[in-house]
Each structure stands twice: as C-alpha cells, then as structure tokens.
C-alpha cells in the first residue's frame, strides 16, 4: 500500500508479522478514529478471534490529532496525541488478534470536505484486501467524521469492479444507536463471546476514558440495552447485542445516501403513527 507511505502519520500495521498479512483480510472495518473499531465491530473481531478460516482487520481514516484531552494528556500537542492514539489502535490490534491495521492519517476536514484522496485510497484498500464482509459508520449517526467516512466508504466501493466488491456492507452504530430502527431493517451482531475482551479492547484507549469519556461503560452498556430490549414479549435470546443496517443493496445501486436513509426513517415514521392511530380511542 505505497499510499501509507507517503503521508506523515499513517501506518500499516501487522501484529503477527507475516508478510502481506492484510491480504488474509476476511472481515474490514473502516472506521474514522482509533477506538471507533473497537465500538462498532466487536461481533466480526470476535468471530475471527482464534479463527484460522476468518481474519480482521481495521482501518482508521483520521489521524485523531483533535480530540479532547485533560489528566494526564492535559498537555499533549496534536502530534503527541496523534501518535499515542496510533500506539492504542496497535495495542488493540495485538490484543484483538486482527490480521492488520490501516491507518491513513487524513485530518478530519479532508475526510468532511470530500478529499478525492481519502476515497481514491480507500478504493485502493479495498481492491488488496478483498474483504468479504465490511463494516463503517452508520448515515445517521451524529458526528459529522462519522457520517463523512462512511459516505467515503460508499464512494470506494461504487469505484470497484462488481468482481472484487464486498459480499456484503453494514453500516454500524457509535454516536447514535440503531434502536430505533424497524425490525426489518436491522442487522443484529451477537456481541456476547469474550466478555473480557470486549471490556479489555475498550480499555485500551486511555488518552479517550481519561480525556472525559467512559465509552467503555457507554459501548458496553448498550450492547446490554440491546439486547435486553430487542424482544418485548421473548425472555432474551442473549446477554450483549449490536445494531447494523445491512447496506449492501444500496450501496450496490445509484441510491443517493438520502434516500436509502430516508426510507429508513420513513418506515419507522409509519411504524410510530400507525401504532398510536391504530391505540387512539
């Protein structure tokens, strides 16, 4: 991947050192920060943890150089930041036992500001791994690097060959949930396997818990929350669940972005007006 070498701050990383290691690649995430992964992608590194037939990696976009810092990392510069969050990605990287990491290093306004660069190398990516499943942000998600990424990662994949593309591309959930969702259009994520792994990938981004965030709690607590309340009238079905939105079809079509996710949010528009109209007196 000549372009990772090419830009300050990026990185190709493979934890057991083979060669050409991101070539094992079965399940990707592509995510916009270090710890996004760990949060929206648990159920895939899960299932290619010890797995000798599935292999994970991750990719990050963004450097991270922006985010909020206070206790220890009160002091950090940008570059200081920039280049502990990469050390993190990697420790997560041994820890979960992925295949590779990918970072690219973008800042978060080429990513926003549409950068034919960022989506160029994605489409780059894409085309040496050859994953079978892939992962990235959700379009309704809140945070605008987020929703940016995942508009990026559409975009690579409409630049593929059909031969070469992804079976299959879900869109999960970080900074808003997927609760809301008609049951027909979830992806459901068995998140359960490895507790402690779980907690244990979370932990790792201290310069992120430390800088006011407990994600750890927040990301394990919904899982939790998903489950549990997935079923109104069923005992549940397991103990940690996660959101997707299967987005494969439109991805795979010329559905702009808006409409793909406006008839999510129609159907679930419909599903809240016919249940109140049909219990109104």
Avoid at 166 to 185: K, S, T
Wanted: proline share 4%; with cysteine.
């Amino acid at each position: 991947m000549k372009f990772l070498s090419e830009r300050p701050n990026t990185l190709l990383f493979i934890p057991d050192n083979c060669p050409h290691g991101e070539q094992r690649t079965t399940h990707l995430c592509i995510a916009a920060h270090q710890d996004d992964v760990e949060i929206m992608a648990y159920a895939p590194i899960a299932e290619c943890y010890d797995c000798g037939q599935k292999h994970f990696m991750a990719v990050t976009l963004t450097d991270g150089g922006g985010s909020p810092r206070t206790g220890r990392f009160a002091c950090c510069t940008d570059e200081e930041m920039i280049r502990l969050r990469m050390r993190e990605q990697q420790k997560a990287a041994e820890l979960g036992r992925y295949c590779a990491l990918a970072m690219m290093g973008h800042t978060s306004n080429a990513v926003k500001g549409g950068d034919p660069a960022v989506t160029e190398e994605l489409a780059e990516l894409l085309l040496q791994t050859r994953p079978q499943f892939l992962y990235t942000h959700n379009l309704a998600d809140k945070h605008d690097t987020h929703v940016a990424t995942a508009l990026r990662t559409v975009e690579a994949l409409r630049l593929i060959q059909s031969d070469y593309r992804p079976e299959r591309v879900y869109m999960m959930e970080v900074w808003r949930g997927l609760d809301w969702l008609c049951e027909e259009d979830k992806a459901l994520f068995d998140t359960s396997p490895r507790p402690q792994l779980a907690a244990d990938l979370l932990d790792v981004f201290e310069s992120q818990i430390e800088g006011g965030k407990s994600y750890r709690s927040a990301a394990l607590g919904r899982r939790i929350a998903n489950a549990t309340f997935f079923e109104s009238h069923r005992v549940d079905g397991g103990s940690s669940l996660s959101y997707g939105l299967d987005a494969t079809d439109f991805v795979y079509s010329p559905q702009t972005p808006q409409e793909f996710i406006g008839q999510c949010i129609a159907r679930f528009r419909e599903d809240v007006l016919s249940r109140l109209e049909r219990l109104s007196r």
